[in-house]
Nanobody
Framework: QVQLVESGGGLVQPGGSLRVSCVAS????????MGWYRQAPGKEREFVAS???????NLVDSVKGRFTISRDNHKNAVYLHMDTLKPEDTAVYYC???????????WGQGTQVTVSS
């Protein structure tokens, strides 16, 4: 069992920056992926970013050039640094962990990011 705790969400003005963090604990495997999804009101949850075991990162096109994902394997943590935030980035951001062995994801509780003036 893996537990995920997210932090760092909040209210920010358009054009601002924010960083959300996620730390995994419990039965952490030797090879795993971590990343972020988000869900805006009335919309389906969508992929935002991933940090693959081995170092590869992926971002959805709508955030490329604005968001950066990074991970700290020593801390079993993943971070999403968001710049030039737009109102359409407003959503609950969910962290996930997925062990390569099982392929089954674990999810955090979500952290709210609101971009508004």
């Amino acid at each position: 069992q893996v537990q995920l705790v997210e932090s760092g969400g909040g209210l920010v003005q358009p054009g601002g920056s924010l960083r959300v963090s996620c730390v995994a604990s419990g039965s952490i495997g030797s090879a795993y992926d971590m990343g972020w999804y988000r869900q805006a009101p009335g919309k389906e949850r969508e992929f935002v970013a991933s940090a693959i075991s081995g170092g590869t990162t992926n971002l959805v096109d709508s955030v490329k050039g604005r968001f950066t994902i990074s991970r700290d394997n020593h801390k079993n943590a993943v971070y999403l640094h968001m710049d030039t935030l737009k109102p359409e980035d407003t959503a609950v951001y969910y962290c996930y962990y997925r062990a390569r062995a099982s392929g089954i994801p674990s999810w955090g509780q979500g952290t709210q990011v609101t971009v508004s003036s």
